[in-house]
Structure formats: C-alpha cells, structure tokens
C-alpha cells in the first residue's frame, strides 16, 4: 500500500480546500478509504471513511462541511472541506479502511501516507 497525500496549507477560517490521496500497490476500486486527522498534542481521529461502492460516513463536526469522493479509474481520493473552521486545523492522513458500514467505521493507521497539513486562521 502506497499513499500519497496533497492539497493542504493555509486556509482562512470559512474558506474550503480539498484534500487528495494518490494510492498505488493495491486494489484501490475493491477496497475503502478513510480520512484521519491529528492535531498536535491530540489524538488521532476519523474524519470520514468511504467503501468501495461510495457510501460514505462522517465525524458529527464535519457533516455538512466535509465532502469524501473517490475516482477509482484515477485511483484517487478526495475530501472537499468547505466553511472551515479553526479547530479543523491538523495533519490529514489518508488510510485504508478495512470497514465502514453497520455501525462500525475503521482504518488501518499502519497505511497512511506523509499526511498534509491543513491551518486554519481565523
């Protein structure tokens, strides 16, 4: 599993960005995906994951805000994050997710990419 990780910077407070995550050494199509953040001196969190046919799930804080997508011919993953705010401000890590569906919503922390960074200013 190789994940690379792109998008991120210095964002004002209510502005958006989007995240992408290039994957490459497996099947990408056929497996989910989750997005994690950690802010320093924090721990990690699941921001929202993905499966394979595009149902998605969300962190109560980010719904409505936070959009995930894939493109499985590009082998690509997306988070569009609009109306940031302040305390979204972390190092986003893209990672398989071995489930997210039925109440139970996982990732595989050991697969994560570098991770990009997102501040947000107020």
């Known amino acids: 599993v190789h994940l690379v990780e792109s998008g991120g910077g210095l964002v004002q407070s209510g502005g958006s960005q989007r995240l992408s995550c290039a994957a490459s050494?497996?099947?990408?199509?056929?497996?989910?995906m989750a997005w994690v953040r950690q802010a320093p001196g924090q721990e990690v969190r699941l921001v929202s994951c993905i499966t394979s046919d595009g149902s998605a799930w969300y962190l109560e804080s980010v719904k409505g805000r936070f959009t995930i997508s894939r493109d499985n011919a590009m082998n690509t993953l997306y988070l569009q994050m609009d109306s940031l705010k302040t305390e979204d401000t972390a190092t986003y890590y893209c990672t398989t997710s071995p489930r997210c569906y039925l109440g139970q919503y996982l990732y595989d922390w050991k697969s994560r990419g570098q991770g990009t960074q997102v501040t947000v200013s107020p």
């Open positions: 050494g497996f099947t990408f199509s056929a497996s989910g």
